[in-house]
C-alpha cells in the first residue's frame, strides 16, 4: 500500500509568514491529492484538490503544488484563523490514505 | 445547500455491533463516491470505507477489513456503514463524506466495556 508522511508534524510560525508543508506519497499518486483544512473541535474543510486547484471559497494565501510523489502546501501569509491541523490525502485508488497531520500554530 | 447528516453512534461492548447512516440532500447523491472516515480521540483523521457512485467495489481499510461493511441506497440518497466485531480502538468519531468536499458533523462511537 502507499504510504503517506506529511513534514513537519508541527510549526510554529508568525502572523504574516509564509509558511510551507509537504506530503510524500511512497508512490506515484499523479495529481490524486487532496488538502484539508481542521480547525480544533471542528469538522475537516477541503482546501484544495488535484493537487493545486483551490476549492471554492478559499483564501488564495492558500496554494498548492506538486506530482508524483511530492507535493506542498503553502500558506502565503498565515492569520490567526488559519491555525489549524493540514491533512494530506491521496484519492488515485483505494486505499485512500491520509497523511499524519501538520499542526499550525501562531509564534 | 447541501447537508450531510450522520446517525447511529453510540456506546457498545467490544465485540458488539452498529450500523451508521448519512442521510443526504441538497446535491445529486448517485453522481457520489461516498467515503466514511474516522478520527479517534486527540488522533488524526483515517480513512475507513469506500463505494463508488453506482454502489459497485466498495473498498475497506485493512484495520476495518471484514468486520466493516459500506453500502448505500441511491433511492433514499443515503449511505451505511455496518460495524461487527467492534474493537476498542474502533472508538472514534465517524464522518460521512461526500467526493472530497462534503463532510458531515460526526457520530461518535464508543467501544467500551
Known amino acids: 500500500d502507499i504510504q503517506m508522511t506529511q513534514s513537519p508534524s508541527s510549526l510554529s510560525a508568525s502572523v504574516g509568514d509564509r509558511v510551507t508543508i509537504t506530503c510524500r506519497a511512497s508512490q506515484d499518486i499523479s495529481n490524486y491529492l487532496a488538502w484539508y483544512q481542521q480547525k480544533p473541535g471542528k469538522v475537516p ?12 471559497g478559499v483564501p ?13 502546501l503553502t500558506i502565503r501569509s498565515l492569520q490567526p484563523e488559519d491555525v489549524a ?3 494530506c490525502q491521496k484519492y488515485d485508488s483505494a486505499p485512500f490514505a491520509f497523511g499524519p497531520g501538520t499542526k499550525v500554530d501562531i509564534k | 445547500q447541501v447537508q450531510v447528516v450522520e446517525s447511529g453512534g453510540g456506546v457498545v461492548q467490544p465485540g458488539g455491533s452498529l450500523r451508521l447512516t448519512c442521510e443526504t440532500s441538497g446535491f445529486t447523491f448517485r453522481s457520489y463516491g461516498m467515503y466514511w472516515v474516522r478520527q479517534a480521540p486527540g488522533k488524526g483523521l483515517e480513512w475507513v470505507a469506500f463505494i463508488r457512485h453506482d454502489g459497485t467495489n466498495g473498498d475497506h481499510a485493512d484495520s476495518v477489513k471484514g468486520r466493516f461493511t459500506i453500502s448505500r441506497d441511491n433511492s433514499k440518497n443515503t449511505l451505511f456503514l455496518q460495524m461487527n466485531s467492534l474493537r476498542i480502538d474502533d472508538t472514534a468519531v465517524y464522518y460521512c463524506r461526500a467526493g472530497p468536499a462534503f463532510w458531515g458533523q460526526g457520530t461518535l462511537v464508543t467501544v467500551s466495556s
Request: hydrophobic content about 30%; glycine content about 10%.
Open chain 1, 45 to 56: 474543510q477541503l482546501l484544495i484538490y488535484a493537487a493545486s486547484t483551490l476549492q471554492a
Open chain 1, 60 to 72: 488564495s494565501r492558500f496554494s498548492g503544488r506538486g506530482s508524483g510523489t511530492d507535493f506542498t
Open chain 1, 85 to 87: 491541523t493540514y491533512y
